[in-house]
């Protein structure tokens, strides 16, 4: 997210990271141009280990190499990640939960201000039942941005499940550029930027059936 975030590109005060997990790798950059960012996530066990990372206990995953490797990235070498660690904790406000399918996907709270950004890695299509509720989502998560905010989406592209256990097969619908283009158009956006990556076959190990990533930087109109 590094060259999308770059000074003067993407700013304002507030981000809302859609479908957290229980992650925080999507956020190493955003936090060094949002003074507050809001995590969220439909589940109280990824709520759970998120806030557990923000208060640094001892025995949450280890988010260092990752941390580091950003550092690396935007030239600041790895020596730095203590203090990117600091900067992300210092500026979640939130950890609250979430649901796409809602017209308000924060309900029951109620946003004071609309954000300047959203940001969402791998949750419309993970989430949605089909196309109609992929578009529905982004329809409703649009209302949470202010108009001339932005919108970063990343996503697989044509995945139909992925594993996430034994016996555990989730189904995820499949979605192609044009698809999400047309989305974006249809739900209010500008599109400035659009990636794809294919996947080469040795990153194909099994677990899904995903043929890219998409990468999208959008503008509300």
């Not at 280890?62 to 900067?87: F, M, N």
């Not at 677990?207 to 109109?221: E, S």
Request: charged fraction near 20%; hydrophobic fraction near 40%.
């Amino acid at each position: 997210l590094s060259p999308s975030l770059s000074p003067g590109d993407i700013s304002g005060r507030t981000l809302i990271d859609i479908g957290s997990g229980p992650t925080v790798y999507q956020l190493l950059s955003a936090c060094e141009f949002f003074p507050e960012i809001i995590l969220t996530d439909y589940l109280e066990v990824n709520r759970q280990e998120l806030r557990r990372w923000l208060r640094n206990e001892a025995d949450t995953f280890d988010w260092t190499p990752y941390i580091q490797h950003v550092c690396e990235l935007e030239g600041k070498g790895s020596c730095a990640w203590p203090a990117k660690a600091a900067r992300l904790r210092s500026v979640v406000s939130q950890v609250i939960p979430v649901d796409v399918h809602r017209s308000n996907p924060l309900h029951p709270r109620v946003l004071a201000e609309p954000a300047d950004c959203l940001l969402s890695c791998f949750c419309l299509e993970a989430v949605s039942p089909d196309r109609e509720s992929f578009q529905q989502a982004l329809r409703n998560l649009s209302s949470l941005l202010r108009p001339g905010g932005h919108c970063l989406l990343i996503g697989a592209l044509d995945e139909s499940f992925y594993l996430a256990g034994e016996g555990a097969r989730i189904p995820v619908v499949p979605v192609d550029q044009p698809f999400v283009s047309s989305s974006l158009q249809h739900c209010g956006f500008q599109i400035l930027t659009f990636h794809t990556y294919t996947l080469p076959p040795s990153m194909k190990v099994g677990v899904d059936d995903v043929a890219g990533i998409f990468f999208v930087k959008a503008k509300k109109l």
